[in-house]
Structure formats: structure tokens, C-alpha cells
């Protein structure tokens, strides 16, 4: 599940890549269709979409409620949220594929938007018009035909995203001097999230995935190539103190235990060693990523 905001981001993301309407695309090819822009949005977000490629599978499937809502004005609606434009059985235009003619609900949800603003309203969405001289991304500032609302089930519109606990911090490297990449998957076969710029710092949030580490760059959770991240140094950083525990009898050892000034030197050269292997390493794996 995913923030309002991320949603939002990643609605912008693809609308931006959207050079013209095409059913079935989700914007990755340049194509898009109205449900098109959700499922893009989703997929750059990391998140799938398992179903059918239609506002109508969306409309029944998708969304948090059993059905949507019926719009009574623009107080519905909330940044984040999906609207449709719809079709009862009589109406023009009015096709439902007969593949949900046996259910309850016989509305046709033959178009759908996406809420980015409310004040004053903007729903994005993507359609073809002639007449109008629309052919891609497009956007409405009042709620003209959108009929119902609802609420995606893989957004959380409490407008917190449940994130990992960050295992530590790490310094962004690279020897080309170029920005890195952030995936949406520990894989390259998507269009990358954004670009970190050198020396940032950010949370690392998993390191077990080989290769790859999941990361935290300035609240955008996404996946970078492990040998571009290089750990802070924070053993020196001040631990909280133990309370003491009783003096035990004292027995014979071999050799003293190592001094915290013994541990800290050790560590901090494992540390700069990791660092050099990066930088060698860092800048093979910036030629495979292009």
C-alpha cells in the first residue's frame, strides 16, 4: 500500500511520459487509456495490477468499497481518489461487456479520472476527442458527467504509508559522477523512479536482497544497486548506557576483551575498505545500467 502523495507523484510521472491515447497502454510506451494512467501509476509506484485492463474490472475490483459512490458534490472528493463516468442500461452509448451482465450491478463505468487537486478541483485522465482536439492526458475543473467516486485499495488514504524501520544510513557513490538510479523493483526491466544525486544520504530499509538494497531517499521508497550505497559511519555515534550489573567473581582469561577504541578501528577500516571495493565495483554496474 501506498501514500496519497506517492499516488499523486506517480499520476504526474506518467502522465508525463503520455505522448497520445492508445487502448491497453499504461503509458509506458508513450500509449495510454484512461485506466491506463491508474495502472501506470501503480506499476512506477512498485505496486501490480493483476487484474483486467479496464475501468469496469477497476470499478468492481479495485477499489475499498464494494461498489462506488455516487458523487453529490465536490465536498466527496479527495486528492487521490478515482471518479468514473458512467453509462445505465437505456442510456446512449451504453456497452457493458457481457462478461459482468450477470452481477448486481449493471452500471456501465466506462470512463475514469484521477482527483489531483480540490481546490479548485483538477481531475486528471486520459481519453480521444475530435471534436475537442484531445488526443492524451486531459484535465476537468468541474465535475461536469463524473458520476461516482471510490478509493483505491493499494493507496492509504489515511495519507500514511507504512514504511520499513531504517536499518542505517548510507552515502550515495558513484565513480562517473553521475546521479543513480531508484528503481520501483530490484530490477531494471522498469523506468526508474527518479535519480539520487551523488553524495545524498539516505535510509536503508532492507539490505538482503542481492544486489540491491530497498531504500528511503527523502521520504520516495524505492530499490538501488547495493554498490552505489556506502554505510555512514555511526559506531562512533554515542550508545545509550547499560545499567550496571553485579560484580561477578573474577576467572582467568587468555587475553583482555578489545577496548571500544580497539572495536572502533576495526570497523571504521572494514568501512573504508567497503568504500574503495564500492567505488571499483560501482562503476561496472553504472555501465549496465546505461
Not at 539516505?202 to 531504500?215: P, Q, R, Y
Not at 550496571?244 to 572502533?264: F, G, H, L, N
Request: aromatic fraction near 8%; include cysteine.
Amino acid at each position: 500500500m501506498i501514500s496519497i502523495n506517492r499516488f499523486l507523484e506517480c499520476v504526474k510521472q506518467n502522465a508525463d511520459r503520455v505522448t497520445h491515447y492508445e487502448s491497453g497502454g499504461d503509458g509506458s510506451g508513450g500509449g495510454c487509456d484512461c485506466i491506463g494512467l491508474i495502472i501506470g501509476a501503480l506499476r512506477l509506484a512498485g505496486e501490480k495490477w493483476t487484474g483486467t485492463h479496464g475501468s469496469n474490472w477497476a470499478a468492481r475490483n479495485a477499489i475499498q468499497e464494494p461498489w462506488p459512490f455516487r458523487i453529490t458534490g465536490e465536498n466527496d472528493l479527495m486528492p487521490g481518489m478515482i471518479v468514473f463516468k458512467t453509462r445505465r442500461p437505456g442510456d446512449s452509448g451504453y456497452s457493458l461487456p457481457d462478461s459482468y451482465k450477470s452481477g448486481s450491478d449493471q452500471t456501465d463505468y466506462y470512463h475514469v479520472g484521477v482527483v489531483t487537486r480540490v481546490n479548485p478541483l483538477t481531475i486528471m485522465h486520459c481519453t480521444k476527442s475530435a471534436a475537442q482536439g484531445i488526443d492524451g492526458i486531459t484535465e476537468d475543473h468541474s465535475i461536469g458527467n463524473w458520476s461516482h467516486y471510490a478509493k483505491l485499495k493499494q493507496v492509504n488514504y489515511g495519507g500514511q504509508e507504512e514504511k520499513d524501520e531504517t536499518l542505517y544510513y548510507a552515502e550515495v557513490v558513484a565513480s562517473n559522477g553521475y546521479p543513480v538510479k531508484l528503481r520501483p523493483q530490484p530490477n531494471t526491466d522498469r523506468d526508474e523512479i527518479c535519480k539520487v544525486p551523488l553524495h545524498s544520504v539516505v535510509g536503508v530499509l532492507d539490505d538482503s536482497i542481492s544486489g540491491w538494497d530497498k531504500i528511503d531517499y527523502a521520504g520516495t521508497i524505492g530499490y538501488m544497486m547495493s554498490s552505489f550505497l556506502v554505510p555512514l559511519d555511526s559506531v562512533n555515534a554515542e550508545k545509550p548506557s547499560e545499567p550496571e550489573q553485579p560484580s561477578a567473581p573474577s576467572a582467568p582469561t587468555e587475553s583482555p576483551a578489545p577496548s571500544d577504541d580497539t572495536v572502533r578501528i576495526s570497523r571504521n577500516e572494514l568501512a573504508s575498505m567497503r568504500r574503495k571495493l564500492n567505488e571499483v565495483t560501482a562503476w561496472i554496474d553504472q555501465k549496465m545500467e546505461g
